[in-house]
Nanobody
């Protein structure tokens, strides 16, 4: 049974940083393309970033490029999203999703950027 569990969200001031984690189990994590997706209050889903199985290739939405870094530790079956220089508009629930077709999702972790 595929499980994805996000953690690391919270309240942060503009300009601050957070690191999100996503622990995967029940599937071959090291062979899975992984993604981060977010949903801001009252808005639709927005793709944030993706990473290839071995971490050799990463992809970012223009809205987060240069501020966010996606990474993974296959030995720990864990996906990360380092978020720096956070803005009000980064406030959202952040989800990790498995595979290039977003086949499975976690429950999400809430990030609130507020002064």
């Amino acid at each position: 049974q595929v499980q994805l569990v996000e953690s690391g969200g919270g309240l942060v001031q503009p300009g601050g940083s957070l690191r999100l984690s996503c622990a995967g189990s029940g599937f071959a994590f090291s062979r899975s393309y992984m993604n981060w997706v977010r949903q801001a209050p009252g808005k639709g889903l927005e793709w944030v970033a993706s990473i290839y199985t071995d971490g050799s290739n990463t992809y970012y939405a223009d809205s987060v490029k240069g501020r966010f870094t996606i990474s993974r530790d296959n030995a720990k079956n864990t996906l990360y999203l380092q978020m720096n220089s956070l803005k009000f508009e980064d406030t959202a629930v952040y989800y990790c999703a498995k595979d290039i077709d977003f086949a499975s999702w976690g429950q999400g972790t809430r990030v609130t950027v507020s002064s």
